[in-house]
C-alpha cells in the first residue's frame, strides 16, 4: 500500500476559528481523510502519531517564550509547513499588544505578574521560523484551504487570488459602499478570499484577509479623511485583525503622524 501523507494541525496563540474551518469542510472532510493520515490534529482526536509530518497547517501567533521554541520544533518535523488564518501570517488581533506596554498591562491585569511568562510582541510564524505558504483569513476560506490541500497532493502551487476585495465587489454586482453612501472601507487595499461579504451587506470591508499585493495605503487614507474620518480613526481601522502586517502597520503609523492623533 502506498505511503499517505501524513498531515499534522498545530495551534499557537488564536481562537480555533482557523482549524475548524477544516472540521467545517463536511463533505469534503472524507475525501481529505482518505488523501491524507491526519496524524496530529488535537482538536478533532487525541490519537497522535508521531512525526514525522508531511504537511504542517499552523494556527496561531508567537506570543509566549515557549511558542517560539515549540515553534522550531514543528517546524522540524515538518516537510512542508503552512500557515492558516491572520494570527499565524501577521499576529493577530493580539498584535495590538506590540503598540503598548505589556508589562504595565501585566501589573494591572495580573495580581502576580511574575507567574505570567509572556513575550512584548505577538508576530507571525514566518518571523520565527521559514514558512513554504501563508493562507489569509480570519478566518481562511474553507475553498482556499481545500485548493491548498489539494495543491500540495498534486505537487503545483495553489492557485488562489491576489487581487482586493474592490474586484470581488464587481463581480458581485456590489454597490460601492464608498461612492454610494460615504461609507469607510478596506476593500481596495485588502485582499480578495471572503467573498466580498461585508460590502454585500452594505458595509465596509474591516480588511480581514490582510493587504493585497502593493496595496495603496497612502491613497485610502487620503480618501477616508475625504470622507471625515479623524487621523486616529484611519489609524484604528488599520489596527484590527491584520495590524501586524507590514503594509497596514505602515499605514497605522503614518496616520498616527497626522495631526491630532495620539
Known amino acids: 500500500m502506498a505511503h499517505r501523507p501524513r498531515l499534522a494541525v498545530w495551534k499557537f496563540a488564536s481562537c480555533d476559528g482557523c482549524q475548524l474551518t477544516l472540521l467545517d469542510c463536511e463533505d469534503e472532510l472524507l475525501a481529505i481523510a482518505g488523501a491524507v493520515d491526519i496524524a496530529n490534529f488535537r482538536e478533532a482526536s487525541s490519537a497522535i502519531v508521531e512525526g514525522p509530518y508531511d504537511l504542517s497547517l499552523v494556527e496561531g501567533s508567537i506570543t509566549t517564550p515557549d511558542d517560539a521554541a515549540r515553534i522550531r520544533e514543528v517546524r522540524a518535523q515538518s516537510r512542508t509547513l503552512v500557515t492558516i488564518g491572520a494570527c499565524a501570517t501577521a499576529g493577530g488581533i493580539q498584535a495590538l499588544r506590540n503598540f503598548g506596554d505589556v508589562a504595565e498591562f501585566q501589573q494591572v491585569v495580573y495580581a502576580r505578574p511574575d507567574f505570567v511568562a509572556t513575550l512584548a510582541t505577538s508576530t507571525a510564524i514566518r518571523d520565527h521560523v521559514p514558512v513554504d505558504f501563508e493562507l489569509r483569513g480570519c478566518p481562511i476560506n474553507k475553498a482556499q484551504l481545500l485548493e491548498v490541500i489539494s495543491a500540495y497532493l498534486t505537487r503545483r502551487a495553489p492557485n488562489l487570488p491576489t487581487e482586493s476585495v474592490c474586484i470581488e465587489c464587481k463581480r458581485r454586482g456590489n454597490v460601492c459602499v464608498v461612492v454610494a453612501h460615504g461609507t469607510p ?7 480578495t478570499g471572503c467573498g466580498a461579504i461585508c460590502p454585500a451587506y452594505h458595509r465596509g470591508c474591516y480588511g480581514c484577509f490582510g493587504p493585497m499585493d502593493s ?23 488599520f489596527r484590527t485583525y491584520n495590524a501586524g502586517a507590514p503594509a497596514f502597520h505602515a499605514a497605522a503609523e503614518a496616520a498616527g503622524h497626522e495631526e491630532g492623533a495620539p
Open 185 to 191: 472601507c478596506l476593500g481596495p487595499v485588502t485582499q
Open 215 to 237: 496595496p495603496n495605503t497612502e491613497a485610502l487614507t487620503e480618501s477616508l479623511h475625504v470622507h471625515g474620518m479623524a487621523p486616529v480613526d484611519v489609524r484604528r481601522v
